[in-house]
């Protein structure tokens, strides 16, 4: 089955630098890769997603890259805030028929931004 | 539009108890999928529903744990009996179609405790 590993398990930026977290997936068929964002007590959220037909998106300071030959994918937060302050999780799936979105996720990344 | 909502968001139970949890999808969401972190680790897969059915139980760990979707609305999560390595934070997600790479909502969880 699908295998994804996330790295660094924790990361601590000052206010204003970038964050990178990588995360690698071993089955070639995935083809969906979300990021979640769960802060302290609360819910995961999806922040970013990007399908395999692409290599990069961006919304506003968070960027996701994809390379599918090296099958590897990273979350890319630019001019960071104390309120990215969460753990991140990176996931990967396929499409397989009936089977909905069964996700498989990475280890977390706890990601702390210093005033 | 009310989130994915999970009862109760903390339990502390003795080995050998029973614990029920309980997920209440957003309205209108047939797919249902339930998920665990122990110890800090990855977000695992456990089961999904679609309506009543369950389309896939390969994650559940063993047959200490039974899921339930009667009527296809809500669902319940039964340990009996729970053991030491079953602590950690249940997660129950929801979606509307239930396709390959459709956005997963998230409840903010179960903090299971067993001692």
């Known amino acids: 089955g699908e295998n994804v590993e996330q790295h660094p398990s924790t990361l601590s930026v000052q206010e204003g630098d970038s964050a990178v977290i990588k995360c690698t997936y071993s089955?070639?068929?995935?083809?969906?890769f979300p990021w979640y964002k769960q802060e302290l007590g609360k819910r995961p959220q999806l922040i970013i997603d990007i399908r395999s037909n692409v290599g990069e998106k961006k919304d506003q300071r968070i960027a996701v890259t994809l390379n599918k030959t090296a099958k590897h994918f990273s979350l890319h937060i630019t001019e960071t805030q104390p309120e990215d302050s969460a753990v991140y999780f990176c996931a990967a799936s396929k499409r397989v028929k009936a089977a909905g979105n069964k996700l498989t996720f990475g280890g977390g990344t706890r990601v702390l931004v210093k005033p | 539009e009310a989130g994915v909502t999970q009862f109760p968001s903390h339990s502390v139970i003795e080995k050998g108890q029973t614990v029920t949890l309980r997920c209440d999808p957003i309205?209108?969401?047939?797919?249902l999928y339930w998920y665990r972190r122990v110890m800090g680790k990855e977000i695992k897969f456990l089961l999904h529903f679609v309506k009543e059915s369950k389309q896939d139980e390969s994650g559940m760990p063993n047959n200490r744990f039974l899921a339930e979707r009667t009527g296809g609305t809500y669902s319940t999560l039964k340990v009996q009996p729970a053991e030491l390595e079953d602590s950690g934070v249940y997660f129950c997600?929801?979606?509307?179609?239930?396709?390959?790479?459709?956005?997963?909502?998230f409840g903010s969880g179960t903090q299971l405790s067993v001692l």
């Open positions: 997600a929801s979606s509307i179609r239930g396709g390959a790479n459709e956005k997963l909502f």
């Open positions: 309205s209108g969401h047939d797919n």
């Open positions: 089955d070639s068929a995935s083809n969906y």
